[in-house]
T-cell receptor, first 111, second 117 residues
Framework: LAKTTQPISMDSYEGQEVNITCSHNNIATNDYITWYQQFPSQGPRFIIQGYKTKVTNEVASLFIPADRKSSTLSLPRVSLSDTAVYYCLVGDMSRGQNFVFGPGTRLSVLP | DTGVSQDPRHKITKRGQNVTFRCDPISEHNRLYWYRQTLGQGPEFLTYFQNEAQLEKSRLLSDRFSAERPKGSFSTLEIQRTEQGDSAMYLC???????????????FGPGTRLTVL
């Protein structure tokens, strides 16, 4: 299971773009990169998933360089409601492999 | 609502009692996972099922923990002889269960908060 490293916490202001980078140096060929968001007392919520290059959905963008040893979650124009913990996970989803969650990145959006 | 549901949302029990939690996955999902989350930490994997089969259970925290998915639909997680250290959020997730090479996204339920007094 690939281990991930991400900042413990980040602060931002409303309306700014936030980029959270995750390192995963030993990512395997079949591994996908998945990001979740979690609010207090709730289960993690799927945000975005990718394998290489760039993925964009209505919530966020995910940038993955060619070597795939890192990835960056980009949240455009954050609001106070984006204050949450964000988890980066790496694994081969097709084999039902369990995720290994780290402590995540606690994002605080300030007014 | 067609997401993952868990029941109860909160459970308070006394040390030594048994507790059982239920998880109903998204209806067409074949895989079901259980996690535990303590304060300030990310979720910790416990076990998972492919339909009725429990394919991974070595991560269950002790022999006091057991899980079942008898008909391949809902699942239960039981903790026997609860201890104060069992106090945590217990999360369930489900996924479609896809063939090799494709991502198999896990979707989480709201969790069951257990407090052992």
């Amino acid at each position: 299971l690939a281990k991930t490293t991400q900042p413990i916490s980040m602060d931002s202001y409303e309306g700014q773009e936030v980029n959270i980078t995750c390192s995963h140096n030993n990512i395997a060929t079949n591994d996908y990169i998945t990001w979740y968001q979690q609010f207090p007392s709730q289960g993690p919520r799927f945000i975005i998933q990718g394998y290489k290059t760039k993925v964009t959905n209505e919530v966020a963008s995910l940038f993955i360089p060619a070597d795939r040893k890192s990835s960056t979650l980009s949240l455009p124009r954050v609001s106070l409601s984006d204050t949450a913990v964000y988890y980066c996970l790496v694994g081969d989803m097709s084999r039902g492999q369990n995720f290994v969650f780290g402590p995540g990145t606690r994002l605080s959006v300030l007014p | 609502d067609t997401g993952v549901s868990q029941d109860p949302r909160h459970k308070i029990t006394k040390r030594g009692q048994n507790v059982t939690f239920r998880c109903d996955p998204i209806s067409e999902h074949n895989r079901l996972y259980w996690y535990r989350q303590t304060l300030g930490q990310g979720p910790e994997f416990l076990t998972y099922f492919q339909n009725e089969a429990q394919l991974e259970k070595s991560r269950l925290l002790s022999d006091r923990f057991s899980a079942e998915r008898p008909k391949g639909s809902f699942s239960t997680l039981e903790i026997q002889r609860t201890e104060q250290g069992d106090s945590a959020m217990y999360l369930c997730a489900s996924s479609l269960g896809v063939a090799g090479g494709q991502p198999d996204t896990q979707y989480f339920g709201p969790g069951t908060r257990l407090t052992v007094l």
